[in-house]
């Protein structure tokens, strides 16, 4: 299987749930209010319909110590026949989806447990009786569990204290006209309070949509920032993966969309060829712009500097970093190594990763350190850098990596270590380059829980001369 470049690699991370996918949580537009309120007030029915099979059997009990003994069967038949009707409009309810239609369930619910209570009021004397309390109940608990506007919280006011004057007059009993204008007056009053605390949620709720409207506004503007920081990202990584003399494949996978990692692989005009690798500090967009600077660095120097070592490249790229890194005001740094291949030995300068040379004649690998320091740190870094060069031969593989391989932690903490990269080199090292650099990264992915650094590996093989 043929590994996949940064770009592509950075999509699969998004469809791996890796990045935050911006549609995931707030997905409504300026003109639908409306369609937000149906799916809250449909989300919230479930509450509502929960509330009311819950308590209404429970309240059995109450009815069971202070009702008369001759009703309570009717009592219990009221209470199941309630109960039953709201656990269907429950499931109803989950089967189906939010609309204007949704409020109607709301309506049916109250009419339900309404027309219970007071029907039960009817059964316990009509008006006189202090049962109507429980209406109060109703048109709290509806209130309470149903964000839609204050119009529609009156409507249910107004279909609760109906029914009980309804019900309660056709029953044709006697009653005090004192006692009635108090039961009344306090469901008037309860009607008053719950359509005074919709209003008030109903305003909340539309201030906070619109809010989330802006933020989604302002979110997509920072996405669109970084989508355009990663595309010139990768844009700038090398598509052409050939140098005369070896077969290379390489790879980079960002922690997030912006990442710090930085490798080229450059043939200049005049023939010289360089392989650089390095890591900014951190990952994100600072990380990103320093990387992209001292690419551009690099560019410019290896093809204006001459025959020029791999130590003088790192200097002067130091200089630039250096001061792009005071304008940035940032406190980042950057490893750095430079290889400038000739036949067959590379020159190498530069503090990095080590580099793991798997030498295909004694079928074994070797560790070459590097060495040197920080890019960013010191304006004057000449002296801690040195050329070092290294002999190749026929079939022999050299391995670049930043330490998000080696650095990559499984669920005990243990990191993959540049001890387990060493024997996957050698254990991969018949293979074609794609599929052992591919084999490589499926085995650190496998070995790691998540990925929290940025991930650059090169390889590199000696072809037949």
């Known amino acids: 299987m043929q590994r996949k470049n940064a770009p592509e690699a950075i999509s699969l991370k998004m469809a791996k749930g890796k990045i935050p996918n911006r549609e995931e949580t707030f997905a409504f537009e300026a003109g639908e209010f409306g369609k937000y309120m149906d799916g809250l007030i449909h989300e919230w029915l479930k509450t509502m319909m929960t509330v009311g099979f819950t308590l209404i059997p429970l309240f059995f009990i109450l009815d069971f110590f ?80 149903m ?108 922690a997030i969309e912006v990442g710090g990692d930085y490798y080229d692989i450059i043939e200049t005009g005049s023939g010289e060829r360089w392989i650089t690798i390095g890591d900014v500090s951190g990952h994100g967009v600072d990380s990103g712009l320093i990387m992209m600077m001292a690419q551009t660095s690099i560019i410019s120097m290896v093809n204006s500097m001459t025959d020029a070592n791999p130590s003088e490249v790192i200097e002067s790229v130091n200089g630039v970093i250096r001061e792009n890194i005071s304008r940035l005001g940032s406190d980042h740094f950057m490893t750095l190594m430079a290889i400038r291949i000739n036949g067959s030995q590379m020159t190498v300068a530069g503090k990095h990763q080590d580099i793991i040379v798997y030498r295909s004649q004694q079928n074994r690998t070797e560790v070459i350190p590097t060495i040197g320091t920080w890019l960013g740190i010191s304006d004057n870094i000449g002296r801690y850098l040195e050329d070092k060069t290294v002999n190749f031969s026929t079939g022999d593989i050299v391995l670049l990596f930043t330490d998000g391989i080696t ?10 270590g540049q001890v387990r990269l060493e024997q996957a080199l050698n254990q991969y090292a018949d293979l074609p380059i794609g599929k052992l650099m591919n084999n490589i990264i499926k085995e650190v992915e496998g070995f790691q829980v998540k990925q929290l650094d940025d991930m650059t590996l090169i390889v590199m093989k000696k072809l037949p001369d």
């Not at 009509?126 to 109060?136: E, H, I, K, R, T």
């Not at 990584?237 to 003399?245: A, D, F, S, T, V």
């Not at 650095?407 to 993959?416: F, H, I, L, S, V």
Request: proline residues 3%; glycine residues 6%; hydrophobic residues 50%.
């Open 66 to 145: 202070t009702m008369p003994r001759e009703l309570l069967s009717r009592f219990g038949i009221y209470r199941l026949v309630a109960t039953v009707v709201l656990v269907l409009q429950y499931f109803l309810i989950r089967r189906s989806m939010p609309s204007l239609l949704s409020r109607f369930h709301a309506y049916f619910g109250s009419f339900v447990v309404g027309g219970m209570i007071a029907g039960m009021t009817v059964d316990l004397g009509g008006f006189d009786s202090s049962y109507y309390a429980g209406l109060n109940l109703v048109i709290i608990a509806v209130s309470i569990t």
């Open 147 to 254: 964000p839609w506007r204050a119009i529609y919280s009156a409507i249910n006011c107004v279909i609760i204290i109906g029914l009980y004057l309804i019900l309660n007059i056709a029953s044709g009993q006697s009653f005090t006209p004192s006692i009635i204008t108090n039961n009344l007056f306090f469901l008037c009053s309860t009607a008053v309070l719950a359509v005074a605390i919709n209003h008030l949620r109903y305003k909340l709720i539309e201030k906070e949509f619109y809010l989330l409207i802006e933020l989604k506004k302002a979110r997509d503007a920072l996405w669109s920032e970084m989508e355009l920081a990663e595309r010139i990202q990768t844009a700038l990584l090398p598509e052409n993966k050939r140098l005369k003399g070896f077969e290379i494949d390489a790879t980079m996978f960002p």
């Open 407 to 416: 650095e990559a932690t499984n669920r005990e903490g243990e990191m993959y």
